[in-house]
């Protein structure tokens, strides 16, 4: 069974998600603040952690990088009502494998702790739509262009998500298989963590007009 | 009703005072020359001023307290940190400073001995200056007025002020053609320096002390205002969400609440005059949402300023959303904007029961007609996909010039 941990440095939000994954997943443990949590994780080697983005003391990117040093098999899909992008960004450029939002309905969040336990992305509507926005209009870096920039068909997934189609959705609208959607996200995912493009890290600050 | 603890685990964050050890090593950091007197002070668990006294007392002695002070800085090492010793006994310190006088007598006896008069006039105005200067005293006339200042610490500045009249007047009775020569400057000089030691700290903490209490001001100003918002807005909302027995009512309020509570908590919130379809189409979303209690999912990519025919988009955006809240029996709604290559999109998306494009209804079909033909008027095109089961989308599209 797959041991899921849970930092959240509010309780209540915390003890209501506990008790919706508890029938499916096995709850190791919680924490409710930075250091804490770091210890516990690297003791307990949880499959799967659930993050909020905003903590004291670093929030979820010190526990992120904390852990990663020591375990880097841990996987972590964060979880938090923050839509601020550069947050959810600089989040998923420090290891987290997904990003959803704290309203998303209890049978979701158990779909997405098992895709992130199999060891795929998870892309909820909304970071679907902050990655878009990240990489469009710029132009790629001559280091590395590839990883600078989305293919045509990355897009295309990522449109669908932040349409709110699901993944098995969005692979009959493209006539692909959901095998070959989770593989377009993960390589998306892989971009946002590798691309040096500095837009990514600074690019909130400025909106795009067309 | 129960109550339920959110925030924080409370921390032991408890001050711990570091016992006094008796290995002597010198002061790290509070320090005036090398941290001997800071060191030794430390070790006997006495106030650093008076060991630093005793140095200066002894150095009359044919610079014997300069000769001790180096050998002891050779031999002992840095401490690395800086902490904050136990101190003794009022009674143990008098002790220490007898033994002091018995040692300054013993002194005395031998041949070493420069005069009684150096010794008295240097240890006097030592150990008097080293009784005013106590970090924690607001100085020694002051200390007679705060009525904060305790007993003892009160004491302590009287000895000091008497042991400096003292050294002074020793001091003046000795130096008779000094005197002679400017008895007024002299005692101007006095009466500034008396001045400065008797109130001198006094002003800087008050100084400080009025820096904290504006600063805590400005602090209490902004909590006002957050609460004033908290009140207008959560407290309101948690009042309704209280009295509602609907869930779908409920949940929506949350919704709304949350959204608008982020957006201040974030600065999101809009401006005053800056027309931003961005900014139309989420207050539009929470309309809807309000009006029909489903929760529209809105992600914006891009942007566009509000004209004639982004206001068309609007509206025939802000239509789809409510015929989606109507008609799909969906339980969330998906809006999804994008601003790409001089052109914008619109997508409102649902998962509900859908319809056969080709045979509905003429009310739907109006309705469907209408979000078109307000796209098409302004330049644009809209595209509706259904099917019965699979929820319905509709895409709207309106060329921009590029800007």
């Known amino acids: ?210 | 009703m129960s109550l339920i603890e959110v925030g924080p685990a409370p921390r032991d964050d408890q001050h711990v005072k570091t016992k006094r050890d008796l290995h002597l090593r010198r002061r790290g950091g509070d320090r005036v020359v090398a941290g001997v007197a800071g060191g030794v002070a430390d070790a006997l668990g006495v106030s650093d001023a008076f060991v630093r006294a005793a140095f200066v007392t002894l150095s009359t002695v044919w610079g014997l307290g300069i000769l001790v002070y180096m050998a002891i800085w050779l031999v002992t090492v840095d401490r690395v940190e800086d902490t904050e010793p136990e101190m003794v006994e009022l009674q143990q310190a008098l002790g220490l400073g007898i033994a002091f006088a018995g040692l300054m007598i013993l002194l005395g006896t031998t041949g070493l001995w420069p005069s009684n008069v150096l010794v008295i006039i240097v240890g006097a105005l030592a150990f008097g200056t080293a009784a005013l200067t106590d970090r924690n005293m607001p100085g020694p006339l002051a200390a007679l007025i705060d009525p904060t200042v305790e007993k003892p610490g009160r004491l302590r500045m009287l000895f000091g002020v008497a042991l400096l009249i003292g050294g002074l007047a020793v001091f003046a009775a000795n130096v008779g053609p000094l005197y002679e020569i400017g008895p007024v400057l002299l005692s101007v000089a006095l009466t500034g320096v008396g001045i400065f030691i008797a109130f001198g700290p006094w002003v800087a903490r008050l100084a400080i002390d009025l820096g904290t209490e504006r600063r805590e001001r400005i602090r209490q100003e902004e909590r006002a205002e957050m609460a004033a918002h908290l009140h207008d807005s959560v407290l309101q909302t948690l009042a309704l969400i209280q009295r509602s027995d609907d869930p779908a009512r409920m949940s929506i309020l949350a919704r709304h609440q949350e959204t608008e509570l982020r957006d201040w908590l974030y600065g999101n919130a809009p401006l005053e005059g800056a027309d931003l379809i961005s900014t139309a189409l989420k207050d539009a979303a929470r309309k809807v949402e309000a009006d029909h209690q489903v929760p529209v999912d809105v992600v914006v990519v891009g942007d566009h300023t509000l004209n004639e025919s982004t206001r068309a988009l609007l509206g025939a955006a802000n239509e789809a959303m409510v015929n989606a809240a109507k008609h799909s029996g969906a339980d969330r709604i998906s809006l999804y904007f994008e601003a790409e290559n001089g052109s914008l999109a619109v997508y409102v998306t649902d998962q509900g029961r859908g319809f056969e494009p080709a045979g509905i209804a003429m009310d739907r079909r109006g309705i469907a007609e209408s979000i078109r033909a307000r796209v098409e008027r302004a330049g644009g095109e809209a595209h509706i996909d259904s099917e019965p089961g699979e929820g319905t989308e509709v895409i709207l599209r309106m060329p921009v010039a590029a800007t």
């Open chain 1, 1 to 210: 069974m797959t041991k899921v941990y849970l930092v959240d440095d509010h309780r209540l939000f915390l003890a209501g998600v506990k008790a919706e994954l508890s029938e499916e997943f096995v709850m190791v443990g919680s924490a409710y603040d930075v250091d804490s949590a770091i210890e516990e994780i690297r003791g307990l080697d949880p499959d799967v952690v659930l993050i909020d983005v905003h903590m004291p003391d670093g929030g979820g990117i010190a526990v992120v990088e904390g852990v990663g040093e020591t375990n880097p098999d841990v996987k972590f899909l964060a979880l938090s009502v923050s839509d601020q992008a550069e947050d959810v960004i600089a989040m998923i450029r420090a290891g987290a494998r997904g990003y959803v939002t704290k309203t998303i309905e209890p049978q979701d969040l158990a779909d997405a702790v098992r895709r992130i336990d199999a060891g795929d992305a998870v892309f909820s509507p909304r970071l679907a739509g902050f990655v878009l926005d990240a990489f469009a209009g710029a132009m790629p870096s001559e280091e590395d262009p590839e990883l600078d920039q989305l293919t045509s068909r990355e897009k295309d997934v990522l449109r669908l998500i932040a349409r709110g189609f699901a993944y098995k959705q969005v692979a009959r609208k493209l006539n692909i298989s959901i095998k070959t959607v989770e593989t377009h996200v993960s390589s998306v995912l892989r971009k946002l963590q590798l691309s040096n493009r500095h837009e990514l890290a600074r690019w909130a600050s400025k909106r795009r007009i067309v």
